[in-house]
Structures are given as C-alpha cells and as structure tokens.
C-alpha cells in the first residue's frame, strides 16, 4: 500500500515505517531526495513543507504528522522553485513547466504555459498575496501572469536581457517588483505592467532583493560587493553598504522594525540595525562559507546554513550563537522558519531535509511562544 503511494522511495530502497518513542534528543525529523535540494518551502499555516530536488522530484511533508503526503518524480527538469497559495490550497512548483498542484489530494491541477512549443523552463514563480494571480519568471525572457482560478494568460512581460530574474509583489497595492542579474531593479504596476520606478546603481548583477514589513523600503545586493536600500515610492538610493570581501548573495529584512541581514560569500554573516552602516552586529561562528540566512518570525532570533555543513541559531540582539544543528552531511543552502517559529527547516546538498522543533530542543523555546 504504502509502495503505490510512494513509488520512488520504494524504488531507492528508503521507504521505511518506523514506530519509536519521541525524545527531546529526536526533535529532528530527517528525509532525503536523491540529490541536491534546490527549493524549500513553508505553507502560511505551516501545516505542510513543500521541497524540490536536482532530481527533478517535488515532496510534499505534512509537518505535524511528520510523514510524506505525496511526492511528484515527473517534473522533467531541476525544481527551480515552490511556493504555496496564501488559502494554502495550492501548491506551484517550477521546472520545465509551471505545475499547480492540489495540496491535499495530490492532484495535478494545471501545467502552465499551455503553448505546445514551449522550450523554455520556469526560473521563479509565486502567487500575488490575494490569490488572484499566479506569476512565473521563465527563460524565454519573458513574466507571464496568469488568472489564478481560470489560469487565463494575463500579461506577458518580455524582459531585456538572458539572466534569470526573480520576483517582490507588494502586499499594499500588487505592485511587481522585478529584479535580475542585469544591475537594475524595476517596479512596475500589475495592472496596467508599467513601469512605475526604475534603480540603475549596481555595477554588476543583483541577486537578492527584498521588502521591508511596511514595503516602504527595498533593499537589494549584488555581485559589486554592495547592499543598498531604496525609498520603493520613489527609487532614491537612501543606503549603501560596502564592507564585503565577495559577492551578496541574501538580504532579508526583519518582520519587525528595521534591521537587515545580509549574507556574502564569506563564513559571517552581518546585521544591519537602522539603515545605518556604523551600527552593524556580525555573527561568526561557521567555519566555511554561509549560504543563507533567515530572521524567525518575531525578528528575535536568525537561522544561518553554512558550506560547513551546519545549522546555527543566533539572538538578534547580541549575536550569540544559541545552538549549532549538525543533521547535516553536506553544505546547507536552505533554512526557514514556520509561520508559528515552531519549526526550523533546512534542505542541503545531499539532498536531506531537516524539520526540527525548536520546543522539543530549546527549553526557552516553549516559554517564548506561550507554552
């Protein structure tokens, strides 16, 4: 029974049921893809972890059972991205196509886009915060927009350049933000697909941006070394930092007030409080590279996954390392919170998924969500 719902994992010899007693020592539930894992996910509710692989496989965890609710082999190339719907009915998953997925029946519910000549693959995708639409970055150079009930195509963006670009939606007003790897940011109206402000000042590729909790502000790093933070309504330039030995490959805002992380190719990773470039806090502690950082949902606490093949947890405040989380074997290029900061997900490239609960682990942990 469970090899028809799992036929994959039967295949590799990893479908195993085991009945154990839950200790505070086994807080960390462990799963695997045959390769790499490339896109990692949360659902709003934090009912389900969605994670794609180089293996062309998207698995879909139910994180309070801690089992597999279904997986889909068939995605035909490298999952580039996953992203739930905000009723978190749905599930988009990119590859070679753009695949909306029923979370709960498992059901293949639209492939998109429906043209039968299409060479491209899908590069980004997510879905505007009403549900409305439904928006993928493919490399064909183009955005296209489509209704989210109907999967009518409602705009097709062409976009000046080869590089793979990847998308903001404000929450106040839908409006898109566009960023790629070809030094400018654009921010354009979703209804009418004009541009309503444009950033030029990178001197090479950005390859992170993201919006402040008020969406008042957008911050954005690049291969120049730099992370600079733009006023959204107008595109001023109201902060550059500078000190960086490679490339930003991650900047995050805090869900709450104003502090921004930003993470390079280096083992540190750099707090920025206020916008302002003297008052910083770096957390050190992983020995190689980091390759991504999270804040927790109340802003308090931030995740790191490092080359070093570990997960660290820090205060926000003074940049202690809480806990360093060593399920790991291979260098972890995703970590993410729950909405409710139960849970601590992280996916390497040996293709494990980790899916911790921080209460079982942490003794402070329960006390600080109300427990």
């Known amino acids: 029974m469970l090899g028809n719902l799992f036929p994959k994992l039967l295949n590799n010899g990893k479908l195993l049921v085991e009945c154990c007693i839950v200790r505070r020592d086994l807080a960390t539930t462990n799963h695997s ?10 659902s709003p509710d934090a009912n389900w972890l969605a994670t794609g692989s180089d293996d062309h496989t998207l698995i879909l965890w139910d994180n309070r059972n801690q089992l597999v ?13 996953s992203v739930f719907s905000p009723d978190c009915e749905r599930l988009a998953s990119g590859a070679k196509y753009l ?33 409305t639409r439904l928006l993928a970055g493919l490399d064909d150079r183009t955005i296209r927009i489509w209704d989210a009930h109907s999967y009518q195509q409602l705009h ?35 209804e009418t697909m ?30 120049d070394k730099t992370v ?9 330039q109201v902060e550059r930092f500078l000190d960086y030995g490679g490339p930003v490959r991650k900047v995050a805002f805090s869900p709450r007030g104003r502090q921004l992380l930003s993470v390079a190719d280096e083992p540190t990773v750099t707090l920025w409080n206020s916008f302002n470039e003297d008052d910083r806090l ?11 950082a999270c804040f927790s949902p109340d802003g308090k606490y931030v995740a790191t996954g490092s080359k070093d093949t570990t997960v660290r947890l820090w205060s926000a405040v ?33 293709g494990s998924v980790c899916v911790r609960r921080l209460g079982d682990i942490l003794p402070f942990w329960k006390d600080r969500l109300g427990a």
């Open 33 to 42: 893809h045959d390769s790499r894992v490339t896109t990692l996910s949360i």
């Open 69 to 81: 609710l279904w997986e889909k082999p068939n995605h035909q190339a490298v999952i580039s991205c």
């Open 99 to 131: 695949f909306v997925w029923d979370i709960k029946q498992g059901i293949l519910l639209k492939t998109l886009p429906e043209e039968t000549e299409f060479s491209g693959r899908v590069t980004s995708c997510l879905w505007s915060p009403d549900g």
């Open 156 to 190: 097709s963006l062409p976009i000046q350049t080869s590089s793979l670009p990847f998308l903001l939606i404000s929450r106040a007003d839908n409006a898109l933000t566009l960023c790629g790897r070809y030094r400018t940011c654009q921010i354009f109206d979703l």
């Open 194 to 223: 004009s541009v309503r402000v444009e950033m030029r000042e990178h001197r090479s590729w950005v390859t992170s941006a993201a919006l402040d909790a008020q969406e008042e502000y957008l911050a954005t790093g690049s291969d």
């Open 228 to 236: 600079r933070v733009w006023r959204v309504d107008t595109g001023e």
């Open 282 to 292: 770096v957390l050190r502690g992983h020995s190689e590279d980091v390759h991504t």
């Open 318 to 350: 003074d940049g202690q390392c809480l806990m360093p989380f060593t399920d790991h074997r291979a260098a972890v290029r995703h970590v993410a919170f729950s909405s409710d900061g139960e849970l601590l997900c992280s996916g390497a490239d040996d």
